[in-house]
Nanobody
Framework: QVQLVESGGGLVQPGGSLTISCSTSGHTSSNYAMGWFRQAPGKDREFVSAIRWSARTTFYANSVKGRFTISRDNKNTVYLQMNSLKPEDTAVYYC???????????????????WGQGTQVTVSS
C-alpha cells in the first residue's frame, strides 16, 4: 500500500518563502513521478509541479515557474520550495504519486494513483 504524508504547510506573508515536503512509502519501483497539485476554495485542483523520480526531470505550471522549486532526496521525500509567495498561492497543496506516467500527461491529476491528505498554505499579511 503506497502512502504519502505531507508536512510543512502554514501561514506566510506575501513575498515570503515556505517549503513543504511529502514522504512516500510502500513501493519499490523507481519508474514513477511525484507531483504537487493545489486547490483553492471554490476552484478546481490545479497542477503545480512534478518530478520524474529516476531522471529528476522537473516540470512547473507557468504560474509558479521561477518562484517554486521541486526536488527530491535520495530516499523517498519530495520537496516544494516556494519563494516570492503571493496571496493567490493560498490553497491546500496535495502531493501525488503516479507510476508509468508519460511526460505529456504529467500535469494531469488523472495520471496519479496515490494522493496525500493535503497541507494548507496560506499567504496573507
Amino acid at each position: 500500500q503506497v502512502q504519502l504524508v505531507e508536512s510543512g504547510g502554514g501561514l506566510v506573508q506575501p513575498g515570503g518563502s515556505l517549503t513543504i515536503s511529502c514522504s512516500t512509502s510502500g513501493h519499490t519501483s523507481s519508474n514513477y513521478a511525484m507531483g504537487w497539485f493545489r486547490q483553492a476554495p471554490g476552484k478546481d485542483r490545479e497542477f503545480v509541479s512534478a518530478i520524474r523520480w529516476s531522471a529528476r526531470t522537473t516540470f512547473y505550471a507557468n504560474s509558479v515557474k521561477g518562484r517554486f522549486t521541486i526536488s527530491r532526496d535520495n530516499k523517498n521525500t519530495v520537496y516544494l520550495q516556494m519563494n516570492s509567495l503571493k496571496p493567490e498561492d493560498t490553497a491546500v497543496y496535495y502531493c501525488a504519486a503516479g507510476f508509468g506516467i508519460i511526460v505529456s500527461s504529467i500535469s494531469s491529476s488523472r495520471q496519479y494513483n496515490y494522493w496525500g491528505q493535503g497541507t494548507q498554505v496560506t499567504v496573507s499579511s
